[in-house]
Structure formats: structure tokens, C-alpha cells
């Protein structure tokens, strides 16, 4: 019978991943420092395997954060319009990350403003 994923893995896993994105590190580098395959890396991100303490410690020391940011849950506090529950999980969606950094970039905040409703209403055509 196969484990059931556990919240506070799958929370540990999801906070690997956003922490490697913010850091541009790709699962595959991150594996070679810590000496396994991206797979593995793959399967701590989804909570699927565990991660030891050992492990997690050098996790942390490879993306530069302390050892307990990789526990603090970043949930929002109520489903989002998207249905999904947490920030967290709305940066794991594809290009989330890229798309913050880019409009965190852009001085002027009229033009932040106008992409941001742009993509609002791109949105709401789905």
C-alpha cells in the first residue's frame, strides 16, 4: 500500500521548490550538490519522498536559507479565485516567479498597472 503524502512533507517539498526557482537553480543542479538524481529532487518537491534532516540542512546551505524557512507555510488564508489554496501554490504554476521578477523590474508603476489588468482580462476569457 503506498504512503500517503503527509502535509508537512508536501509543505517541506513545495518550499524546496520555490526556494530553488527564486535562487535559479534547476533540479538538476541541485541534485549534483547534494549527490542524487533530479528525479529524487523531483519527487522531495511533491512530498512523495521525504527528506532527511541531514538532507534538508544541505538543501539549505546550497540555496543560502535558513534551515527553518523550509517549514513556514506562506498560505494565503482563503482559496484564491484560481481555487487553488495557498501563494505557494501559485508560485509553483508555471512562470509565476519569472513574471514577478520581470514586473518587479518595471519603475513605472502605471505600466505595472495596465499589464497587470491586461492579464486580468486574459484571464477571465478562459
Given at each position: 500500500m503506498p504512503k500517503a503524502i503527509d502535509s508537512i512533507d508536501k509543505l517541506v517539498g513545495q518550499n524546496i521548490r520555490i526556494f530553488r526557482m527564486a535562487k535559479g537553480v534547476t533540479q538538476v543542479r541541485l541534485g549534483e550538490e547534494l549527490g542524487v538524481t533530479f528525479q529524487q529532487i523531483q519527487k522531495y518537491e511533491n512530498g512523495t519522498n521525504r527528506v532527511g534532516s541531514g538532507r534538508l540542512a544541505k538543501i539549505a546551505k546550497v540555496l543560502n536559507v535558513p534551515l527553518t524557512k523550509f517549514f513556514h507555510d506562506r498560505t494565503s488564508g482563503g482559496e484564491s479565485e484560481g481555487g487553488r489554496d495557498?501563494?505557494?501554490?501559485?508560485?509553483?504554476?508555471?512562470?509565476?516567479?519569472?513574471?514577478?521578477?520581470?514586473?518587479?523590474?518595471?519603475?513605472?508603476?502605471?505600466?505595472?498597472?495596465?499589464?497587470?489588468?491586461?492579464?486580468?482580462?486574459?484571464?477571465?476569457?478562459?
Open positions: 495557498s501563494v505557494s501554490e501559485l508560485l509553483l504554476s508555471p512562470y509565476a516567479l519569472r513574471i514577478l521578477k520581470a514586473l518587479n523590474k518595471i519603475s513605472d508603476q502605471q505600466t505595472v498597472s495596465h499589464l497587470v489588468n491586461f492579464t486580468e482580462s486574459l484571464a477571465k476569457r478562459q
